[in-house]
T-cell receptor, first 110, second 113 residues
Framework: GQQVMQIPQYQHVQEGEDFTTYCNSS?????IQWYKQRPGGHPVFLIQ?????EVKKQKRLTFQFGEAKKNSSLHITATQTTDVGTYFC??????????FGKGTHLIIQP | NAGVTQTPKFQVLKTGQSMTLQCAQD?????MYWYRQDPGMGLRLIYY???????DKGEVPNGYNVSRLNKREFSLRLESAAPSQTSVYFC????????????FGAGSRLTVL
């Protein structure tokens, strides 16, 4: 199946700084989904991107799907302590489920 | 609306013991999944059930069995637990045929000594 590589594995930021995580594949992806997992919690769906070059926003979060549909990014503007957690990208999502990247752990220092 | 419910939340086993993790969803979803999460490894698919009556292996099925008891319930069984199976296990479900968004349960933390 399709595989995705996610970088960085860890990101430390000061509160108020921006944060970006990247999801890359060597093959064209049919879609990308992003999930957030709070410490001690479970993954929660954020958004799905399906179109080449698609950009979607949710308040301070901006999601992009590359023109070649081989990469995606999640950007958070002016991080807050509530943004702490692990962000996963995933692809696939047919009946055989999603393949996830290893996640980016966002650590915010007040 | 409870979503996806997993039991137990925590379990400690000794090597060689068996146990079953239970999962139930009340969203009338067709597809259900079991993932394991280990530090630095992300979420890896163990088994899935695309619809009632079917089950298939995922990326890491060895040492596990599953049963899709009915449309609501999907259980994961460890017949002879090993320390390598110490992990957090997540059950998820998916409506299928639409956006294919996964809804996850709260997780079951298993420790095998």
């Amino acid at each position: 199946g399709q595989q995705v590589m996610q970088i960085p594995q860890y990101q430390h930021v000061q509160e108020g700084e921006d944060f970006t995580t990247y999801c890359n594949s060597s093959t064209t992806l049919s879609n990308i989904q992003w999930y957030k997992q709070r410490p001690g919690g479970h993954p929660v769906f954020l958004i799905q991107l399906v179109k080449s070059g698609e950009v979607k926003k949710q308040k301070r979060l901006t999601f992009q799907f590359g023109e070649a549909k081989k990469n995606s990014s999640l950007h958070i503007t002016a991080t807050q302590t509530t943004d702490v957690g692990t962000y996963f990208c995933g692809t696939g999502g047919g009946a055989d489920g999603l393949t996830f990247g290893k996640g980016t752990h966002l650590i915010i220092q007040p | 609306n409870a979503g996806v419910t997993q039991t137990p939340k925590f379990q400690v086993l000794k090597t060689g013991q068996s146990m079953t993790l239970q999962c139930a969803q009340d969203m009338n979803h067709n597809s259900m999944y079991w993932y394991r999460q280990d530090p630095g490894m992300g979420l890896r698919l163990i088994y899935y059930s695309a619809s009632e009556g079917t089950t298939d292996k995922g990326e890491v099925p060895n040492g596990y069995n599953v049963s899709r008891l009915n449309k609501r319930e999907f259980s994961l069984r460890l017949e002879s637990a090993a320390p390598s199976q110490t992990s957090v296990y997540f059950c998820a479900s998916n409506r299928a045929g639409g956006a294919n968004v996964l809804t996850f349960g709260a997780g079951s933390r298993l420790t095998v000594l």
